[in-house]
């Protein structure tokens, strides 16, 4: 019974971090754009996240390196889930408040949803259908005011869910491939270092020197996004999948409430009453989502 309890007072630490951690991922890379271009701090958050993840795995664990089919496998998954999706996201931040850009994250159980019917021949369900319009009418209802007040554009929100898409694909395609024996920080860490090479030529024809000041913001912005989120977040994600797919999926329902709490103390995003009822549509379509899934 004791271990039991302990059990449930661990996942709930783990899934109520999990949320604020994942959820700050918006706000960080907002204050990083103050101070140098997207892909300049796409490179740095992603070469030293999959340097570390490697250096653990291989060096510290001692786990076995990709091979064959597996190297493949592991560069369409970097570029589907790092390279286009957060290259995409961190693009689409520069023109959409820190707040919405964790609200939108939320949403991608209804993405991976409905791609997941496009792209298998699966018949789309109204309860898929109907959540999609949900979120979909959340996110710009909240979007709302930050629109008028110029801090989003309609192109910064439409890249946003375009990232989103972006990430729904990778995810099925991760969650289809045979990775055999390969360790989850081996993939997590060789997807991230691979997303950021193929990010480089980007980096590259985009740079201009002008527009990046080596200061704190930019340093801070890089260690928080990859050590607490790239890494921290991403394995306290997994640690939750493993014990309940279902009960993990609803940490989520947080992520937009937390990301708009961080958004309005560290960067004064405003709360008000378009935010609270965007927020509530949303988390409203998440919830038929996994009620579908428990049925």
Same mark, same amino acid.
């Given at each position: ?36 271009? /997207?892909?300049? @701090? ?5 070469? $030293?996240? &999959?340097?570390?993840?490697?250096? +653990? !795995?291989?060096?510290? =664990? ?46 991608? /159980?209804?993405? @991976? ?5 496009? $792209?298998? &021949?699966?018949?789309?369900?109204? +309860? !898929?259908?109907?959540? =999609? ?45 045979r990775w055999s024996d390969l360790h989850i920080l081996t993939i997590n860490g060789w997807q991230t270092l ?44 997994l640690y939750l999948l493993r014990d309940n797919a279902v009960k993990a999926s609803f940490w989520l329902f947080l992520c937009p409430v937390s ?37």
């Open positions: 019974m004791k271990n039991e309890q302990s059990k449930g007072v661990l996942l709930f630490i783990a899934g109520l971090l999990f949320a604020v951690l994942w959820s700050s991922a918006s706000t960080a890379t907002k204050i990083g754009l103050q101070s140098a271009q /997207p892909f300049i @701090i796409c490179i740095a958050r992603f070469f $030293l996240a &999959g340097g570390i993840m490697l250096l +653990i !795995t291989h060096v510290v =664990l001692g786990k076995r390196l990709p091979r064959g089919k597996e190297w493949k496998q592991l560069a369409i998954y970097g570029l589907l889930n790092i390279s286009i999706y957060l290259g995409v996201y961190i693009v689409a931040m520069q023109e959409v408040a820190p707040g919405l850009g964790s609200l939108a994250v939320a949403t991608n /159980p209804v993405f @991976i949803s409905l791609m997941s019917t496009l $792209l298998f &021949g699966q018949r789309l369900r109204a +309860i !898929t259908v109907i959540s =999609l319009l949900l979120c979909s009418a959340g996110v710009v209802l909240a979007a709302w005011p930050s629109m008028h007040s110029s801090t989003s554009t309609p192109f910064g929100i439409g890249l946003l869910m375009s990232s989103m898409l972006a990430y729904s694909v990778g995810v099925l395609y991760f969650s289809r491939q691979l997303g950021g090479i193929f990010l480089l030529p980007a980096a590259a024809i985009t740079y201009q020197p002008a527009k990046n000041v080596w200061d704190m913001h930019f340093a801070g912005a890089v260690l928080w996004l990859a050590i607490p989120v790239s890494i921290l977040a991403v394995q306290l994600w990301g708009y709490i961080i958004a309005n103390v560290l960067m004064n995003d405003p709360i008000g009453l378009f935010t609270i009822a965007g927020m509530a549509l949303v988390i409203a379509g998440l919830y038929l989502v996994q009620r579908k899934k428990q049925a």
